[in-house]
């Protein structure tokens, strides 16, 4: 009986000695103590497990991948060893061999939702989008108060209409089209309801506003899109992301004082930014200043040559400069991205001013059935 009370102190000793470790972050020492432990005898797989799980903690994931091994090879039901070491697969770049992990996990604990974020997350690393979109709406179902699966949910939703979106632009029109705009649409609006509901429940996280923002902007929805911008950049100041988008949702809406002052920031520390020089050069060929319009046109197709609206503000920059020839080189590659005929119209006078009859025709009836489409 004394040898027993003896043993279950050293016990409660040992089990109160990680906790503290555990409380102020210290994995290092939680790690030590769990190896004294198996060096002592004590080894078990719930033990390796743990072990396993600091080391994963403290990013010491080819260490902690070798523990779990072992703590499967003694106990391959061991549900917490499927799990972590599924997620730290994924970590080491190994989302393959982390599926079958994470689905055992999931088999044994099929009442947790995080087997099922932990699959969404291999998934999305996959570019799996629809599998990692149906995980994250299971543990949302398990779980509605679990922001993060409602974010889950939401990224997918947006991957999943790019995708529908890029095979569009790939195909063209066809008989299919009006069906997969619909598909693509309904996946957006999906995205924003699942964003929002992200964001209601965890209004804290600085990535959840920056993600809901952008989908805001994607749908056109500029005016929703600021104040979700300008909650990620209180929360996180020092994201040129969210500053960056936020200075586009301006620009688009031609509020360019206000994306002014935005986009400098995003320069000082990004100068060579490819989309904040595109916007800046509009806004100084906007304003007059056609030396500094050209200089950051010129910058953003040194780091995108397919950033159109650089080749839209050069080419208005030539025109308006009496350099016809070099403004249709550069209208001459944006006419597919022409959104409204301008760019057509822009080509049309160019053609004109150079006497070349047959572009100006062909640009003037683009200019014209694009309008059509629009009215």
Not at 144 to 172: C, F, H, K, M
Not at 196 to 220: C, F, K, T
Not at 225 to 250: C, N, R
């Amino acid at each position: 009986m004394t040898a027993l009370l003896a043993t279950n102190a050293v016990a409660e000793d040992f089990g109160s000695q990680v906790r503290a470790a555990l409380a102020s972050g210290n994995y290092q020492e939680a790690g030590r103590l769990y190896r004294q432990a198996i060096t002592e005898g004590h080894d078990s797989p719930e033990l390796r497990s743990n072990l396993g799980l600091v080391l994963h903690m403290s990013g010491n994931n080819r260490e902690a991948i070798e523990q779990f091994r072992i703590a499967l090879r003694q106990k391959p039901d061991l549900t917490s060893a499927n799990l972590f070491a599924g997620l730290t697969e994924i970590d080491l770049g190994e989302p393959k061999r982390a599926l079958p992990l994470l689905e055992k996990a999931r088999q044994l604990d099929p009442r947790s939702a995080a087997p099922l974020l932990a699959l969404g997350k291999a998934y999305v690393a996959l570019r799996e989008y629809q599998p990692a979109n149906e995980n994250y709406a299971k543990a949302a179902q398990l779980d509605p108060q679990l922001a993060e699966a409602w974010y889950g949910v939401g990224i997918t939703d947006r991957s999943l209409a790019e995708e529908i979106l890029n095979q569009l632009a790939r195909a063209g029109p066809s008989a299919g089209s009006a069906t997969l705009q619909k598909q693509a649409k309904d996946r957006l609006n999906g995205a924003l309801q699942a964003l929002e509901r992200a964001v209601a429940l965890d209004p804290s996280s600085s990535r959840q506003h920056l993600i809901l923002a952008e989908s805001y902007a994607e749908a056109g929805k500029l005016v929703e899109a600021v104040p979700e911008y300008q909650a990620a950049i209180k929360l996180d100041p020092k994201s040129d992301a969210a500053y960056l988008g936020l200075a586009t949702s301006y620009w688009r809406q031609r509020q360019f004082p206000d994306a002014l002052p935005l986009l400098q920031r995003v320069l000082s520390s990004s100068p060579k930014d490819p989309e904040a020089n595109a916007m800046l050069a509009d806004i100084l060929e906007h304003d007059g200043d056609r030396e500094g319009a050209v200089l950051h046109a010129k910058t953003a197709l040194a780091g995108n040559p397919d950033i159109f609206q650089a080749h839209v503000v050069l080419g208005r920059v030539y025109l308006a400069k009496g350099e016809p020839k070099l403004a249709i080189a550069e209208l001459r590659q944006v006419e597919a991205a022409d959104p409204d005929g301008s760019y057509h119209y822009l080509l049309y006078r160019a053609c004109k001013q150079v006497g070349d009859e047959e572009g100006a025709r062909a640009a003037l009836a683009g200019f014209e059935r694009l309008r059509r489409r629009d009215q």
